[in-house]
């Protein structure tokens, strides 16, 4: 079937104009964007700048530029601008002499954190005046303009591409951690609160007693929202223990559980630990699944009744 091409599209009419332009004024004035963005002195397009920078995995400047549609030099202007507030280094690309990957310093992170903070508060606040119900209608609604106007709609129908970061945990990322957990295992296994109430006490444990160089807590953000995390922690001296895999349905089936659990293993090996092990119940066949392919053997299995289920609890091992 041959693709269809803006001279195929009839003329859309002058009501069907003045419906979008009329949404594009009600959005623009609902989320402030006629205001000084996010309350700080940077103007958007830096703070877009800044936002491809904390979140690609290897930030060229070239690749900014073509997908925020920015002019190449106005781009190096922002760029050298960063530099020298301290914001940025610059490392040259591996296999690629003429690519410099752009990092983020410690202070331009600390820059960038509140902007993040404060446009995730806004986004809330905007569904916070809706009924769930009609935050998921909303939302449902913003995926479907998305979807109609992405670059895949007029080209050969590939997907646009996903950012993935794993990061460090950030204020607000650990009650976030605990807040999934009750969330998907009541809606996807009809756990009770007991279970929310378990993790709660094994995440502050882990911010209360914090190993640094022995521990670790790796969240994952898909397109810049979190998306899921796994910790690794210190069960004895050589013995590392893998605790709270969590992954948001709409990340999974791209490998994102399979690439929090080779970190832990990795961190594992590079911190001296010489085996794993990690806790988790018969009905989670995808977390498992990962498991054994890693080489985790399942050392014993043990029905009991927790989080208002009859369950099957497991224990397995990696030797590393």
């Given at each position: 079937?041959?693709?269809?091409?803006?001279?195929?599209?009839?003329?859309?009419?002058?009501?069907?104009?003045?419906?979008v332009?009329?949404?594009?004024?009600?959005?623009?004035?609902?989320?402030?964007?006629?205001?000084?963005?996010?309350?700080?002195a940077?103007?958007?397009?830096?703070?877009?700048?800044l936002?491809?920078l904390a979140?690609?995995?290897?930030?060229?400047?070239?690749?900014?530029?073509?997908?925020?549609?920015?002019?190449?030099?106005?781009?190096?202007?922002?760029?050298?601008?960063?530099?020298t507030?301290?914001?940025?280094?610059?490392?040259t690309?591996?296999?690629?002499?003429?690519?410099?990957?752009?990092?983020?310093?410690?202070?331009?992170?600390?820059?960038?954190?509140?902007?993040?903070?404060?446009?995730r508060?806004e986004?809330?606040?905007?569904?916070?005046?809706?009924a769930?119900?009609?935050?998921?209608?909303?939302?449902?609604?913003?995926?479907?303009?998305?979807a109609l106007?992405?670059?895949?709609?007029a080209?050969a129908?590939?997907?646009?591409?996903?950012?993935?970061?794993?990061?460090?945990p950030a204020?607000g990322?650990?009650?976030?951690?605990?807040q999934?957990?009750?969330?998907i295992?009541?809606?996807?296994y009809?756990w009770n609160?007991?279970?929310?109430?378990?993790?709660?006490?094994i995440?502050?444990?882990?911010?209360?007693?914090?190993?640094?160089?022995?521990?670790?807590?790796?969240?994952?953000?898909?397109?810049?929202?979190?998306?899921?995390?796994?910790?690794?922690?210190?069960?004895?001296?050589?013995?590392?223990?893998?605790r709270?895999?969590?992954?948001?349905?709409?990340?999974?089936?791209m490998?994102?559980?399979?690439?929090?659990?080779?970190?832990?293993i990795?961190?594992?090996r590079a911190?001296?630990?010489?085996?794993?092990?990690?806790?988790?119940?018969?009905?989670?066949?995808?977390?498992?699944?990962?498991?054994?392919?890693?080489?985790?053997?399942?050392?014993?299995?043990e029905?009991?009744?927790?989080?208002?289920?009859?369950?099957?609890?497991?224990?397995w091992s990696?030797?590393?």
């Amino acid at each position: 079937m041959a693709s269809m091409n803006l001279a195929d599209s009839p003329l859309p009419s002058a009501a069907a104009v003045k419906a979008v332009r009329q949404f594009n004024r009600f959005y623009t004035r609902e989320i402030g964007a006629l205001d000084p963005y996010l309350g700080g002195a940077l103007p958007l397009t830096e703070v877009r700048v800044l936002y491809e920078l904390a979140h690609r995995p290897e930030p060229v400047a070239s690749e900014i530029a073509r997908d925020l549609g920015l002019d190449g030099g106005y781009l190096s202007r922002i760029l050298r601008r960063f530099e020298t507030q301290g914001w940025l280094t610059r490392a040259t690309r591996a296999g690629d002499g003429r690519q410099s990957v752009l990092t983020l310093t410690p202070a331009g992170r600390e820059a960038f954190g509140p902007l993040q903070q404060k446009s995730r508060d806004e986004a809330a606040a905007l569904l916070a005046r809706l009924a769930p119900a009609d935050q998921q209608r909303l939302i449902h609604a913003m995926e479907t303009v998305q979807a109609l106007l992405s670059p895949a709609q007029a080209g050969a129908g590939a997907a646009a591409p996903r950012t993935v970061v794993l990061r460090d945990p950030a204020p607000g990322d650990i009650g976030w951690v605990v807040q999934q957990h009750g969330e998907i295992y009541a809606r996807e296994y009809g756990w009770n609160s007991e279970f929310e109430a378990l993790v709660a006490d094994i995440a502050a444990k882990f911010v209360r007693n914090f190993q640094p160089g022995r521990e670790k807590c790796w969240i994952a953000e898909l397109d810049g929202e979190r998306v899921g995390a796994v910790f690794l922690c210190a069960k004895s001296a050589t013995s590392a223990q893998l605790r709270m895999l969590l992954l948001a349905p709409r990340a999974r089936g791209m490998g994102l559980g399979a690439r929090l659990t080779d970190e832990c293993i990795a961190f594992a090996r590079a911190k001296g630990y010489r085996k794993m092990v990690l806790w988790t119940n018969s009905c989670l066949t995808a977390a498992r699944g990962i498991y054994a392919s890693r080489g985790f053997k399942l050392d014993k299995s043990e029905p009991y009744e927790g989080f208002g289920q009859q369950l099957v609890g497991e224990t397995w091992s990696l030797k590393l």
